[in-house]
């Protein structure tokens, strides 16, 4: 078995092709490009080839080494791994047979046969933070992994047992949708809920939240800003709460999957996650409030993520853990 593998994150706006060595977790290579949603996903996928042809020219020998290519996509994948159903933000991806179309288009430009495999990609992050950050940490295989990315939404993925949990519906780990406020003026959820998490504690959520109360719609990293720079001010004390505040909408994600499977290890990840000395408070409340079955103190779960690209690495990865 090679332990050469390419890793391909599909997102809204960019792509990134690379060359891992999975047993170092090191990204020999890597290539980026842009997508443009509107396009069809047979374009999308032949940009992604066009950006491997030139990777292999660029790594020449150890590219002729690679015979898995993992490609993770920010959407509903079968739990197989070779059906895309849906991804929210690329309109044109629906039931799309993605591994099927890949391995073919990969024959034809490099005249081999490839293995491939699709993965959601906060799944796929999960898998990379678990490989290269907790288990190495923990040393252990068994260790039980909550992971969070915090973006434009909240997406989870859970690793128990070695093995990442999908579910026949893909739903696993979704905690974005756990319906955590139940107050009467909760607001509607992207999936047509109300109060999910996800309406708490994503960028969406932050940016509205700031326009209700500073009268301006900051996104997270400009609010952020807007506390370095004036620490003392009075908007910094409303920015800090609106971040601790969906802290602590996470804290209670993460007790409500730590009773259903005992979570070792939670590993915080996503672009909002830039903002997390403001968001661990609201996290560490409530987890001091409400989690009182833990034996010990739970804020030693909590770990930052700390790989560069966890869905290139993860999809790389995703045999091991399918
Ligand atoms: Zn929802």
Known sequence: MSRYRLGIDLGGSHFEVGLVDIETGA???????KVDPQFHWREHLKDIVEAILQLSENTANLFGKVDKVGIALPGNVSPEGDICYKCPNL????DVPVSEFLRDLLKQYFKRDFQ???INDVNAAAIGEYHFNVKILLNKHSASMLYIAVGTGVGGGIVLNGKLVV????????????PLDNSPDAPICGCGSKGCLETQASAKAITRKASERLGHNYTP?????LILKAPNSQEASIAKDIFREAGYF???GIIAVSYVVDIDVVVLGGG??????FILPGIYEALD???KMYPGDPKGMILLGKLDSPQVLGSALAWNYL
């Open 91 to 94: 309109p044109k991806w629906r």
């Open 272 to 277: 909002v996650m830039g903002a997390s000395e």
């Open 27 to 33: 990204k020999i290579s890597s290539l980026k490009g």
């Open 221 to 225: 990293r400009e609010l952020y800003n």
């Open 250 to 252: 996470l804290g209670l």
């Open 116 to 118: 491939v495999v699709a």
């Open 167 to 178: 579910g026949s519906r893909g739903l696993a780990g979704e905690i974005g949708h756990l």
């Open 289 to 291: 409030k409400k989690f």
